[in-house]
């Protein structure tokens, strides 16, 4: 599965931006979806995961803010940022794993990851 997140850039806080990720190879339907993201000098953060089943789970810091999506049909998940905050700049991968059933906030648990997108949010 390849994918390729797109829809990242320049925003003011406060502002939104959705981003996109579309995969190729293979359908969607049955595999988890989901968004990592790494700031400068930090750790790789979980921010949101869309289970086959239809369960959503997101991290601490975007809960209420972030919200998930997918079109299976499409081969596409995104996820929409809302009330952005200098902290949530840093660049933003889509994942993705053949998975039915719980999703996991663990880096290692993600099979496939996308090249990242750049968020940069100006205070």
């Known amino acids: 599965v390849q994918l390729q997140a797109s829809g990242g850039g320049l925003v003011q806080a406060g502002g939104s931006l959705r981003l996109s990720c579309a995969a190729s190879g293979r359908a969607l339907s049955n595999y988890a979806v989901g968004w990592f993201r790494r700031a400068p000098g930090k750790e790789r953060e979980f921010v949101a995961a869309f289970g086959s089943t239809g369960m959503t789970t997101y991290g601490r810091s975007v809960k209420g803010r972030f919200t998930i999506s997918r079109d299976n049909a499409k081969s596409t998940v995104y996820l929409q940022m809302n009330s952005l905050t200098h902290g949530d700049t840093a660049v933003y991968y889509c994942?993705?794993?053949?998975?039915?059933?719980?999703?996991?906030?663990?880096?290692?648990?993600?099979?496939?990851w996308g090249p990242g997108t750049q968020v940069t949010v100006s205070s």
């Open positions: 994942v993705t794993k053949y998975a039915v059933g719980p999703t996991s906030t663990t880096a290692a648990w993600w099979a496939y």
